[in-house]
């Protein structure tokens, strides 16, 4: 088994110099982070205001209809010293599904069902709408909030939290987010450590995926969470979901020609 180290101290530090590094080459100095109160956006919002003032640091809580713990966003906001806003999407969520109903009635040549996997969809891919067009008005740029756990087993959307101009967190499994978290007291550090769920279907990560994240850390990291089974159907997610980790494929018709000539 593979030997592991992780000092999160500088690991963290690393990131804010890297923050700022970026920030300085491509000349920004906003950014504008969607803030759900769970431990990614809360640890990536902290880092950005150590790397840039926090009056640089722009959240956006972005509800879909009603949000039970948005309580938690409003504590991070607060605790980080960031101005925010509240976008509500749940219009523009409702207003998209009764456009689909009526192309249905209409004479069009197919129609689109409802699907609840598509539907959930939806909002996050609204929720990134909503946040370029903040960050393009503020003349900021969009911090991504993925980790590498998430990335690994496909647990994102595409063109949703997917989309975005830098990410802090991309490196770091979810149980490295965390212990970088807890090295900053600017955090509740309930909120760093807080259960984390997607805020549309009512459950867990970890209930949705049936997949714990200490064993995604642990096949990443070590090589093997001690469970063949389990390493393959993390495997299997981390074959079929790398599309969600490239640019679109492009097809070379000239490569293509050049090769069968």
Do not use: W
């Not at 999407?89 to 209409?106: F, P, Q, T």
Request: hydrophobic share 35%; aromatic share 6%.
């Amino acid at each position: 088994m593979k030997e592991y180290t992780f000092d999160a101290v500088k690991v963290r530090d690393a990131l804010i110099s890297e923050i700022r590094r970026f920030s300085e080459r491509l000349g920004f100095k906003k950014v504008v982070i969607g803030i759900s109160g769970g431990k990614d956006s809360t640890v990536t919002a902290a880092l950005c205001a150590r790397a840039l003032g926090k009056e640089n640091v722009y959240g956006v809580m972005i509800p879909d209809g009603t949000q039970k713990d948005i309580g938690d966003s409003k504590r991070v906001v607060e605790a980080l010293g960031i101005p925010y806003k509240t976008v509500n999407i749940g219009r523009m969520h409702s207003a998209l599904l009764g456009a689909v109903e009526e192309s249905n009635a209409s004479a069009d040549e197919f129609r689109v069902d409802y699907n609840k996997t598509s539907d959930i969809n939806v909002a996050p891919r609204l929720r990134m709408t909503t946040l370029r067009y903040v960050a393009q008005a503020l003349g900021a740029f969009l911090a991504g909030t993925g980790n590498l756990s998430e990335a690994t087993v496909g647990y994102c959307t595409k063109d949703g939290d997917t989309s975005c101009d830098f990410a802090a967190l991309i490196n770091l499994t979810s149980v490295e987010v965390v212990k970088v978290g807890l090295t900053m007291e600017e955090l509740p550090p309930e909120l760093v450590e807080k259960t984390p769920a997607d805020g549309l279907t009512g459950k867990s990560d970890e209930d949705n995926l049936g997949l714990r994240y200490a064993d995604i850390h642990a096949y990443l990291r070590l090589g093997s969470c001690g469970n063949a089974e389990t390493d393959e159907r993390i495997r299997k997610k981390e074959k079929a979901n790398m599309h969600k980790r490239r640019m679109p494929l492009s097809l070379d018709p000239f490569r293509f020609m050049e090769e069968n000539a």
